[in-house]
């Protein structure tokens, strides 16, 4: 096992301390040699896991892309710290099954200060509930479980026992830019991605609270810390006003501009994000901890557990805080272990720092290449930038040839109908001459088209 398991940490740390020197999408030809690779049937017998680890590192490291390093900046893709990556290996040989505190009392010790902490750097409220789960949609999901049950609730109706079928109509408000996802989610829960009233959005992507609608019964009303392409927050003060004069949820997806909350420097662009009811953001995204994990919270913990609780007496009543109860999942990864282990090698000033110097990094890519004649669509006010090299056929040649150029990644998009380089910068790893290397070889692509 000692050999094993130094033998799959060497192979880690040769395939990151490779990235700096490699292409930062898969290298060439890589992809086609996997396929090849893995065309055989099931093996009719054992391998010794040395192979299996080798098999993995020989195809699969060459077409990964190069996301754990300094300059992709596709989606919105965070890094794994340091502390993170060791963490999770070690978490790996525990294998623990963190659905409630008997299955493993060490990560529900660790799951209950990682979201006090979580809690803390962001300045939410200590009473809130929270869920671990795999990402912003699920975390979407949780939160907007709990919303769609209490809404309903009050209006006399419950949803846990009676389903949705003769149920009070509930009002779904989202903005119009919000993230794809949500409609995946909100179709999910029976609310329907259709039957949701979107509101028109401003030019940043915002959505725009002089359009709100005069709506009554249950509402539940979704805003954004940071829409995916611009960065863009939703004005949350408003929107929240609207919503109290109504008896309004406010649900909050804020999967990475959330954590613009944990800066000083930047939290006055979240004003009022905290007066929400719930909050979904992801950890794998800006908190940069290794896929895959996100984090739902809810301001009242009672109702978090009303809509996620497992019913009946599936197994004898426990003085503990169990997982299971909280969230949509039972059996699960011990993901605390991470933003545990983020949150502390960041501490409050280490996290700050990391959120302020990749807003930073942005602005002076967004700088660059406006310097070089590029057109930058939107205010440059978090982590994105949204970017524009003339006609839609002309901005996609460039995203081509930066991707084929390899010192960089960038992703496309398309934004207020425009086709555009969506340029995220939300890595630990990214260092400024990563930012540097990126604009130069950015703004070579654009000469060159
Ligand atoms: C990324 C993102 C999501 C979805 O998050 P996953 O982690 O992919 O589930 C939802 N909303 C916004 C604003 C996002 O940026």
Redesign the pocket.
């Known amino acids: 096992m000692q050999n094993l398991l130094s033998e799959a940490a060497s192979r880690a740390a040769a395939y990151l301390d490779g990235l700096p020197s490699r292409e930062a999408g898969p290298l060439p030809g890589s992809v086609e040699r996997l396929i090849r690779a893995l065309e055989g049937p099931l093996p009719g017998g054992p391998s010794v896991a040395e192979d299996v680890l080798a098999f993995l590192d020989d195809y699969g490291s060459p077409a990964t892309v190069a996301s754990a390093g300094g300059r992709y900046f596709g989606?919105?893709t965070g890094g794994a710290l340091p502390a993170t990556l060791a963490a999770q290996y070690l978490a790996a040989a525990w294998d623990q099954n963190s659905f409630s505190f008997v299955s493993s009392p060490a990560v529900a010790c660790f799951e209950a200060a990682a979201l006090r902490w979580v809690k803390e750097a962001l300045g939410l409220p200590a009473v809130a509930e929270g869920a671990l789960v795999?990402?912003?949609?699920?975390?979407?999901f949780t939160c907007l479980a709990a919303a769609r049950n209490h809404v309903l609730a009050r209006a006399g109706w419950d949803v846990d026992r009676q389903g949705l079928f003769g149920a009070p109509e509930p009002t779904v408000v989202v903005g119009g830019e919000?993230?794809?996802?949500?409609f995946k989610v909100l179709s999910l829960l029976g609310l329907g991605r259709d039957r949701v009233l979107r509101v028109e959005a401003d030019g940043q992507g915002r959505l725009r609270a002089d359009r709100l609608p005069p709506v009554d019964g249950p509402v539940i009303v979704c805003i954004?810390?940071?829409?995916?392409n611009s960065g863009a927050f939703d004005p949350a003060e408003e929107v929240v006003a609207w919503a109290r004069q109504r008896d309004a949820w406010v649900h909050v997806?804020?999967?990475?501009?959330l954590w613009a909350l944990a800066s000083s420097e930047l939290a006055p662009l979240a004003q009022g994000f905290r007066e929400a009811d719930s909050w979904?953001t992801?950890a794998?995204?800006w908190l940069n901890v290794p896929y895959?994990?996100?984090i739902a919270l809810v301001r009242d913990a009672e109702v978090l557990a009303k809509a996620m609780s497992i019913s009946g007496s599936y197994l004898l009543p426990s003085t503990h805080r169990d997982a299971m109860n909280v969230t949509p999942d039972s059996s699960r990864r011990a993901r605390a272990i991470e933003v545990w282990a983020a949150l502390k090698a960041l501490g409050r000033s280490g996290l700050a720092d990391m959120i302020e110097r990749n807003c930073r990094q942005a602005r002076r890519l967004a700088e660059g290449l406006r310097d070089g004649g590029v057109e930058i669509l939107n205010e440059v006010v978090l982590n994105q930038v949204v970017a524009c090299f003339g006609d839609d056929a002309r901005t996609q040649r460039v995203i081509a040839a930066v991707q084929d150029d390899g010192t960089c990644w960038c992703g496309g998009t398309s934004w207020k109908g425009r086709a555009a380089m969506r340029i995220s910068v939300s890595s630990w790893a990214t260092s400024d001459d990563d930012i540097e290397r990126s604009l130069a070889a950015i703004l070579a692509a654009h000469r060159e088209a």
């Open positions: 989606f919105v795999t990402g912003a949609t699920m975390a979407n919000a993230h794809a996802s949500l954004q810390a940071g829409n995916v997806d804020g999967a990475f501009g979904a992801d794998h995204k895959d994990s996100g």
